[in-house]
């Protein structure tokens, strides 16, 4: 009986510390990407407009990649001043910790990537759907 | 109230606005599609910019110093919209100048075309 008693205590230790561990191990797999999915998520999303709807702005990549050094390089530079401000912050758990020079989260180099090409991709399927 | 990341996102949109007047012209601010687009990229900013600064669990903290303290939908700080029109029109008039010379280019190369393929016919007649 005593024996029985370790044993189902120990048992139940081990489900607390698998608990906790899948605990751990879920907020290492998902939350550090959480950015990341949702960057993946408005890419995934807008795919259509292209694929779909024929927006034709990635089968014109020469003039999507020229135009994407602008806001990116300048938005970027606006970020790593304001971080260094102080202006805003990220929340560790929800970051994957991959910084740039300059201490810009890797999340924020796709936010002016993704972002602007969804907008660009809104713009072209608008101006098709309305006949340019 | 008007913090650094207030006046910074307002000189932002200034600047857009004038790049766009004064040196890009593409005209793209007199076209009906500009602000349909504007619209619905405002929607998802509302949706994907509130995940990021959502008040129960937030990606992005912003120092109340620095911004107006004006919250909207879900809880993104309203100079956020600012910033993103800066983004999203400046990305759209670079690329209509862009593409406005490529466009420029193939009429050019069309009207080649078409000169050539009349010397083609009037050599044939």
Not at chain 1, 60 to 89: K, Y
Not at chain 1, 92 to 114: D, I, K, Y
Not at chain 2, 42 to 59: E, H, M, N, R, Y
Not at chain 2, 100 to 111: D, G
Request: proline share 4%.
């Amino acid at each position: 009986m005593c024996s029985q008693l370790i044993h189902r205590s120990g048992w139940n230790s081990l489900i607390v510390d698998q608990h906790h561990d899948l605990r751990g191990i879920y907020n290492w797999c998902v939350d550090r990407y959480q950015y990341l999915i949702l960057m993946g998520l408005c890419i995934l999303g807008t795919l259509p407009l292209e694929l779909v709807l024929g927006a034709r702005v990635y089968r014109q990549p020469r003039r999507l990649m020229l135009t994407m050094i602008v806001p990116v390089c300048l938005f970027a530079v606006w970020d790593v001043f304001a971080i260094a401000w102080d202006h805003w912050s990220y929340t560790p758990e929800f970051v994957t910790g991959w910084e740039l020079p300059g201490a810009l989260p890797v999340e924020e180099l796709t936010f002016f990537l993704v972002i602007p090409i969804c907008g660009l991709l809104t713009l072209e399927t608008v101006r098709k759907l309305r006949g340019r | 109230m008007m913090g650094a990341y207030t006046l910074l996102t307002l000189l932002a949109m200034v600047l857009v606005v004038l790049y766009e007047l004064l040196i890009a012209r593409t005209g793209i601010f007199r076209t009906g599609s500009y602000w349909i687009a504007m619209v619905i990229v405002g929607f998802f900013q509302v949706l994907v910019d509130g995940w990021l600064t959502k008040a129960s669990s937030p990606i992005v903290n912003y120092n109340s110093d620095v911004f107006s303290g004006i919250r909207v939908f879900f809880h993104s700080p309203l100079e956020d919209f600012g910033f993103g029109f800066a983004l999203v029109t400046l990305t759209m008039v670079v690329w209509d100048q862009l593409g406005r010379r490529a466009t420029h280019s193939v009429e050019l190369n069309n009207t080649n075309v078409i000169a050539d393929s009349e010397a083609v016919i009037e050599s044939e007649a």
